[in-house]
């Protein structure tokens, strides 16, 4: 038997908010019936774009630093960090602070990921 990675899941105040900007983020499109309780972003068919995404609605905000993050690859980082801050995100860390090898942001909902310069 074989284990495999099937998806990542995001808890959220508005799944369908969040799928939306994950979506736009990785050029993909949130899958039919999306709502604030539950929504999901499909992998495409190019197995290097990633697991299925998945968004549910909790209670409560998120209050502590992620114990796990996703990184992002883009051959121009500042760039594609502007495209991500205007859908959304926020910059925490510029390329100066981890020596030009990556920019953290955080997703609108606050959950923190890195830019790596690739």
Same mark, same amino acid.
């Given at each position: 038997m074989?284990?495999?990675l099937?998806?990542?899941?995001?808890?959220?105040?508005?799944a369908?908010?969040?799928?939306?900007?994950w @979506?736009?983020?990785?050029h993909?499109?949130?899958?039919?019936? @999306?709502?604030e309780?539950?929504?999901?972003?499909?992998?495409?068919?190019?197995? @290097?774009?990633?697991?299925?995404?998945m968004?549910?609605?909790?209670? /409560? +905000?998120k209050?502590i630093k992620?114990?796990?993050?996703?990184d992002?690859?883009?051959?121009?980082?500042?760039v594609?960090a502007?495209?991500?801050i205007a859908? +959304? @995100?926020?910059q925490v860390?510029s390329?100066?602070?981890?020596n030009? +090898?990556?920019? +953290?942001?955080?997703?609108? /909902?606050?959950?923190?990921?890195?830019l790596?310069a690739?």
């Amino acid at each position: 038997m074989t284990t495999s990675l099937f998806g990542i899941s995001f808890d959220a105040r508005n799944a369908a908010e969040l799928a939306y900007f994950w @979506a736009q983020a990785l050029h993909r499109t949130v899958n039919d019936g @999306a709502t604030e309780q539950s929504a999901s972003v499909a992998p495409t068919d190019d197995p @290097a774009a990633g697991p299925l995404l998945m968004f549910h609605q909790v209670p /409560e +905000g998120k209050t502590i630093k992620n114990r796990v993050h996703l990184d992002l690859v883009a051959a121009d980082a500042q760039v594609e960090a502007d495209r991500l801050i205007a859908l +959304g @995100a926020k910059q925490v860390r510029s390329l100066d602070e981890n020596n030009g +090898g990556w920019i +953290g942001l955080a997703d609108p /909902e606050g959950n923190e990921f890195d830019l790596v310069a690739g």
